[in-house]
């Protein structure tokens, strides 16, 4: 059974670029079937450069998520059959990768690093300025009750 989307089914968990439509399969299991939006890999070059973001036919059901290998004209508002078709040949997508840090975080972490460094050597600092006194002034009271 092909609907459009209700709220009481399943939500999208991709970057959704269509509708989703809903479909249940013959074990009653509901999925939600959409185009998703993603960054494609890109290599490393010392210029920027554009690049669009990839489409792909993604399913959500309430455990798990799959992805269409084929990407066919029209999705995903085509037939029960035809959606439950690319259901069955769609792989589990895999759990999402850990982007690369960007420059901007590697220097924030950086900055922390040295400031937390800096307050370190402050604390070391304070307390051998503390500990110094102390005995300055041990001393001081010491020769004071011992000329007494």
Do not use: K
């Amino acid at each position: 059974m092909v609907q459009n989307m209700s709220s009481d089914l399943i939500i999208p968990r991709g970057n959704q670029l269509t509708e989703g439509m809903n479909i249940t399969t013959h074990a009653g299991i509901r999925w939600t079937a959409y185009i998703e939006g993603y960054s494609p890999r890109r290599p490393r070059r010392l210029l920027a450069q554009t690049v669009l973001p990839g489409r792909r036919l993604r399913f959500d059901s309430a455990s798990e998520s799959r992805i269409s290998p084929e990407l066919p004209a029209g999705s995903p508002f085509l037939g029960e059959r035809r959606l439950l078709g690319l259901l069955a040949r769609s792989p589990l997508l895999p759990d999402p990768e850990q982007p690369p840090p960007s420059p901007a975080l590697l220097r924030r972490r950086r900055w922390q690093a040295r400031i937390a460094a800096g307050r370190a050597r402050c604390v070391r600092g304070g307390r051998a300025l503390v500990n110094t006194v102390r005995l300055v002034g041990e001393a001081l009271l010491e020769g004071h009750w011992a000329r007494s």
